[in-house]
């Protein structure tokens, strides 16, 4: 069964930076879509930033271009979201999620195309 396990979370201030972790047990689509989510109290969960971990093309929401960075260490079946410039907008919970897809240009911003799912890591950042 496959486990996705984030870490890394954590509160920071306003212009700090975090390292977001996700560790992808038993996950065998080597090539495949992956994606870090968030939520914030009161909305909806929202694509962060996407990633083909074949290709290592990646995909940005427009709100953490320039600011935040996707990456994919194979050899370690790890996930990360490298966090600076930190906002108070970017407190939520942050969700890693894996797709069996290995095309993820046109959608790797959906929700229901990742498969599998973490259980969060929460980032709290103050003014």
């Known amino acids: 069964q496959v486990q996705l396990v984030e870490s890394g979370g954590g509160s920071v201030q306003a212009g700090g930076s975090l390292r977001l972790s996700c560790a992808a047990h038993?996950?065998?689509?080597?090539?495949?879509?992956m994606a870090w989510f968030r939520q914030a109290p009161g909305k909806e969960r929202q694509a962060v930033a996407g990633i083909n971990t074949g290709r290592g093309s990646t995909y940005y929401a427009d709100s953490v271009k320039g600011r935040f960075t996707i990456s994919r260490d194979n050899t370690k079946s790890t996930l990360y979201l490298q966090m600076d410039s930190l906002q108070s907008e970017d407190t939520a919970m942050y969700y890693c999620?894996?797709?069996?897809?290995?095309?993820?240009?046109?959608?790797?911003?959906?929700?229901?195309?990742?498969?599998?799912w973490g259980q969060g890591t929460q980032v709290t950042i103050s003014s």
């Open positions: 038993k996950y065998t689509n080597s090539g495949a879509c």
């Open positions: 999620a894996a797709s069996v897809e290995y095309y993820c240009s046109f959608n790797w911003f959906k929700i229901d195309f990742y498969n599998y």
